[in-house]
């Protein structure tokens, strides 16, 4: 049987390699194992990380969202989108950890992030799921034509 520090390590770890964020960064943590994972982040000296339950009042205050979507539907995630948009700054980074799906789940995953304006960045697929990476449209550098 696996401990809880071995389960919140299989995805956090990739989760944060994929994020590329710093300890000086204000990060929350969502999703049903929030707490865990917070505390994961800091045993790891992300001191500035707080879980979904303990993030305080809305304020574009952080920078990055850790969005663990084990075992949820995609139908949920618009309302967990919804209430975090108010906590993210301007130039937010987004990262989803979900179980493996398959390949109209993940066009589905995509496109409701891009909804709540977001452009996906990138994707990877590990033995125990999937994450997604995606920042903030407003902080995507528009291309101006030539």
């Known amino acids: 049987m696996m401990s809880t520090s071995e389960g919140s390590d299989r995805i956090i770890d990739p989760m944060m390699a994929i994020a590329n964020c710093s300890t000086r960064q204000r990060i929350v943590v969502v999703g049903a194992k929030s707490m865990e994972l917070m505390m994961a982040l800091h045993r790891r000296g992300y001191l500035l990380a707080a879980a979904g339950g303990n993030c305080g009042r809305p304020a574009g205050q952080y920078e990055v969202a850790l969005v663990d979507w084990r075992r949820r539907t995609l139908h949920a995630l618009g309302a967990t989108m919804d209430w975090l948009d108010d906590f993210l700054s301007p130039r937010a980074v987004l990262v989803i950890w979900l179980d493996a799906q398959k390949a109209t789940a993940k066009e589905t995953l995509r496109a ?11 994707g990877a697929e590990h033995p125990c799921g999937s994450v997604l990476l995606a920042r903030r449209s407003q902080a995507i550098p528009v291309q101006q034509a030539a």
């Open 112 to 122: 409701a992030v891009m909804k709540h304006g977001f452009v996906v960045l990138q």
